[in-house]
């Protein structure tokens, strides 16, 4: 490690990180970003990946979101939990719901799991559409086995142009579960949802009313991630907790992905090999997360670099453009953000 990196010196300080640690899963979803379905070749093993879990303890990781593919068709999952867990490294699991067997509950239990999030798009006919025949079902049941289990459990749900006009069904049907979270985010036309394949197009500035409308009411929290916003008159309501804005992507200046094959991005929704800033095979997450020339598109923002209706936003300098994952899969730069309402701008698959 050079010389040059001296612990408290370094500006950015990596408090998360999303981690695919396989691509392997039951389903195939039509609008998966990551075209998940089979495992890559030469995925890591299981002591490279206990290895990375050391790392990301190490470096002040103070939390990991897991993912797949479908993390539980790792049959290593639970030891690669359980190293970090045991470091003091809050780790969550997303899921589709599909394997919450006993046993897997039992190893969530084992391995002190903070919470499980699940994958539920829409109601029975709208969440099936894109995956498998009985997935509703399956997701559904997880919420009921979890909760029963004494497991904190959360649904995630990915906005279409099919679902999002029908939030509201969904949650009459949430509001019967015993979940603590309900996120809502845009599905991006990446992996097998780019080039047209499904209509991701939806109007923004509905969702936001509908999350404002809801939000911060019993029985669970209601909020819009980050590829949607920003700062609109709802703001403060619609983050997930009353009082919060978006300050800008957080890609390598808090947060990190690493895939299953050890490539380091700033966002594992970065799903592009022009933004692997290096991999875990080659440099320590060390020596990737402290190089000062990685991140450059975050690390390195200055406002003169927003482009589009984002250029010259008064609100420009705080949420620096938006995520630049959803910026570059559909406006192909990072600068711009074609779902801010304040451009009055909707996606489309144009």
Not at 34 to 43: L, T, Y
Not at 201 to 207: I, N, Q
Request: charged share 25%.
């Amino acid at each position: 490690m050079s010389d040059r990196i001296k612990g408290s010196e370094f500006p950015f300080r990596l408090r998360s990180c999303v981690w695919e640690i396989t691509l392997a899963c039951c389903f195939r979803c039509a609008y998966c970003g990551s075209r998940g379905g089979v495992a890559r070749e030469n995925e890591l093993s299981t002591e490279e990946c206990l290895d990375v879990a050391e790392q990301l303890a190490d470096l002040g990781c103070r939390r990991v979101s897991m993912i797949g593919g479908e993390v539980f068709m790792r049959p290593d999952w639970e030891q690669i939990v359980g190293a970090l867990t045991s470091r003091g490294v809050i780790t969550c699991i997303i899921t589709n719901g599909f394997r919450m067997t006993e046993p897997v509950i039992a190893a969530l239990k084992r391995v002190g799991i903070e919470s499980v999030a699940v994958s539920i798009d829409g109601v029975a006919e709208v969440h099936d559409k894109y995956r498998l025949a009985g997935s509703y079902e399956s997701a559904m049941a997880a919420l009921d086995v979890l909760s029963e289990a004494g497991i904190p459990v959360s649904v995630i749900s990915a906005l279409r142009a099919d679902n999002a006009p029908r939030l509201s069904e969904l949650y009459e049907i949430l509001k019967t579960k015993n979940i603590f979270a309900w996120q809502i985010q845009a599905c991006s036309p990446m992996g097998n949802a780019a080039g047209g394949s499904v209509d991701v197009g939806f109007d923004a500035s509905e969702v936001i009313k509908f999350v404002a409308e809801n939000a911060g009411r019993d029985p669970f929290y209601i909020g819009i991630a980050d590829n949607i916003g920003y700062h609109t008159p709802e703001e403060a309501k619609i983050r997930g907790r009353r009082g919060l804005v978006f300050e800008g992507c957080s890609a390598g200046l808090t947060t990190l992905g690493i895939d299953s094959v050890g490539n380091v991005r700033g966002c594992e929704s970065m799903y592009d090999e022009r933004f692997n800033e290096g991999n875990l095979r080659e440099r320590s997450l060390r020596d990737i997360w402290c190089d000062p020339d990685t991140f450059a598109y975050n690390r390195k923002f200055t406002p003169d670099m927003l482009a589009g209706g984002c250029a010259g936003c008064p609100k420009g300098d705080v949420c620096a453009g938006g995520c630049r994952s959803y910026n570059w899969f559909t406006t192909g730069g990072l600068y711009e953000n074609a779902l801010c309402p304040r451009r009055g701008i909707n996606v489309n698959n144009e």
